[in-house]
């Protein structure tokens, strides 16, 4: 590599700026002057990315004022042709304030695109969703700035940077990026990066942006960055090492330096192969659930238990997620450590979740009611470790729900390892009970099945009766997910009732805080499954 094209490090403020120099020289368009501080030019955006980031559904500081920006990285990603759009790779570290007048600190990951006012648009009407806003005055005045995620220009040329990045890894300044090249057979990563190769937004709410390349490929941007490995890609590649064909192939992944005094890099973004065609668990599950309301034979069902043929029958797709879902707890046992907790752990995870119980109670007064019976359910858990209980502890999911799940030809497969996007990385890779995944897919089916009662008016007189239809399904295909993870030769999860209780109740009293937040039109739908938790509390 000569020193023209070797990636170099220049002055910024504050950030830590690296560029290709002849390459930035030559992608730079007409309006930007050779040598053009890539700093500076992030510096001018500053101002809009203030109004434009609590407007991302990503942007995890929703309804706490933004008190400053700094960049801590700004990496030029150069193309091949002059003339094109700039890409800055952008590292933004936002600083809140909270209500209790405390400050603190996120890390997100942009793809900041630059476009002159002479540059058209290939698909405008697209590229508008991502537009953060148009500089004024200074030398950058006019430069149109838009989330590159939204331009096929400029994904295209992050795709070709990981197609080429090989096992052992290809750097631009702070990023490495990454490639399996025996991975993806039948998969050409050269085409999809081709000017009319198609390339969209997925449209799924999620905390992270999805980039769809043709009917092959996905890549996950992680938004909100923060040191060290993300488990989404961790447990993605160890699955694939082990065979497994219940999660998409990983294909390749980029990776930043952060100025972490661990010296460890954070991922950033994983590449798959897409599941064309495939349906999603949730959606699938819901078109189940609205044949309790639309089927006229319905009406004609006695005792509030619907059919088989009423109910579609999604039991038996529930017994085959079950048993897909144990599969994938039993090859991620095989590839990483497992370990088994004793009295002290299990007592102080039964006394995390009472903590949380009671934070919750805080924020949520309706849960105030239910609190005496739900701490029974984690005393119960605490006090069954004290008669010399062991209980093994492994690499889950993490954040398992229906909408993680997709219905392929071949059968169900799971998504997004990475866990809850609110917990912190070390919180995520740490080994738990795979219980907590079933408690987390049997509060899904409850979610689908009170879905069908969110579509009604309180005073529907079909709303009692749909009702019970619908707890019916529920208790009939938790019963059957059960039944499928059990038959894969894992262990019955309702062989230990206390440890899935309490694990249930902890993520409905989550599920309570979070619609509360954010959703409180759903807000019943997890306080009837406290409701149900504490009755059955001994």
């Not at 043709?214 to 993300?230: E, V």
């Not at 109910?311 to 090859?331: C, D, I, K, M, Y």
């Not at 995870?349 to 739900?374: E, G, S």
Request: some cysteine.
């Amino acid at each position: 590599m000569s020193d023209t094209s070797r990636p170099r490090t220049v002055a910024a403020r504050p950030a830590t700026l690296t560029t290709s120099a002849t390459a930035a020289a030559a992608a730079a368009p007409a309006t930007l002057k050779r040598g053009t501080d890539p700093g500076s030019l992030v510096q001018d955006t500053l101002p809009l990315l203030r109004d434009w980031l609590p407007r991302q559904r990503w942007f995890s500081g929703k309804g706490r004022p933004i008190t400053a920006l700094a960049p801590v990285t700004v990496t030029l990603l150069p193309e091949p042709l002059a003339g094109g759009p700039l890409l800055l790779h952008l590292l933004l570290k936002v600083e809140q304030r909270s209500p209790d007048g405390t400050s603190s600190s996120d890390l997100y990951q942009l793809l900041l695109g630059v476009r002159p006012q002479h540059l058209s648009w290939p698909d405008a009407d697209r590229l508008r969703a991502g537009v953060i806003g148009r500089i004024k005055g200074g030398p950058h005045d006019g430069l149109l700035t838009y989330d590159g995620a939204y331009d096929p220009v400029l994904t295209h040329r992050l795709l070709r940077h990981l197609a080429g990045g090989g096992r052992q890894g290809n750097r631009i300044g702070p990023i490495r990026f990454f490639s399996l090249p025996d991975s993806g057979a039948g998969l050409d990563l050269g085409e999809l990066c081709e000017p009319d190769s198609p390339a969209r937004v997925g449209t799924a709410e999620q905390s992270n942006t999805s980039i769809i390349f043709g009917d092959a490929a996905i890549l996950k941007l992680f938004r909100r960055i923060g040191a060290g490995l993300n488990p989404d890609l961790e447990l993605s590649l160890a699955l694939g090492r082990a065979g497994s064909t219940r999660v998409p192939e990983p294909l390749a992944w980029y990776e930043g330096d952060l100025p972490d005094p661990t010296g460890q890099p954070a991922t950033l973004g994983l590449l798959q192969r897409y599941l064309d065609s495939a349906k999603d668990g949730w959606e699938f599950a819901l078109t189940h659930v609205g044949r309790l309301r639309t089927d006229p034979e319905w009406q004609s069902i006695r005792d509030g238990v619907p059919s088989d043929h009423i109910s579609g029958n999604f039991s038996a797709e529930s017994f085959l997620l079950g048993r897909a879902t144990a599969e994938v707890h039993l090859a991620l046992a095989r590839a990483l450590p497992v370990t088994v907790l004793d009295r002290q752990e299990i007592e102080s995870l039964a006394n995390a979740m009472a903590l949380r119980l009671d934070a919750a109670a805080v924020a949520v007064p309706a849960l105030v009611p239910y609190r005496t019976p739900l701490r029974r359910i984690f005393r119960d858990l605490a006090e069954s470790a004290r008669d010399g209980r062991l209980l093994r502890a492994q690499r889950i999911h993490g954040d398992l729900h229906l909408g993680q799940a997709m219905r392929t030809r071949r059968g169900w497969a799971l998504l997004d390892f990475e866990g809850e996007p609110a917990k912190s990385l070390e919180e995520r890779r740490r080994p738990q009970p795979a219980v907590r995944d079933v408690a987390a897919m049997l509060r899904s089916f409850d979610y689908a099945a009170a879905h069908l009662l969110t579509e009604l008016a309180p005073t529907d007189p079909d709303r009692p009766r749909l009702g019970a239809l619908a707890a019916t399904w529920a208790l009939r295909n938790r019963a059957a997910f059960c039944a499928g993870y059990a038959a894969a030769g894992a262990e019955d999860p309702t062989a230990d009732p206390v440890l899935l209780h309490a694990m249930e109740t902890d993520k409905a009293i989550y599920e309570v805080v979070y619609e509360a937040r954010n959703r409180p039109e759903w807000l019943p739908i997890p306080l009837s499954a406290i409701a149900r938790l504490a009755q059955a509390a001994p």
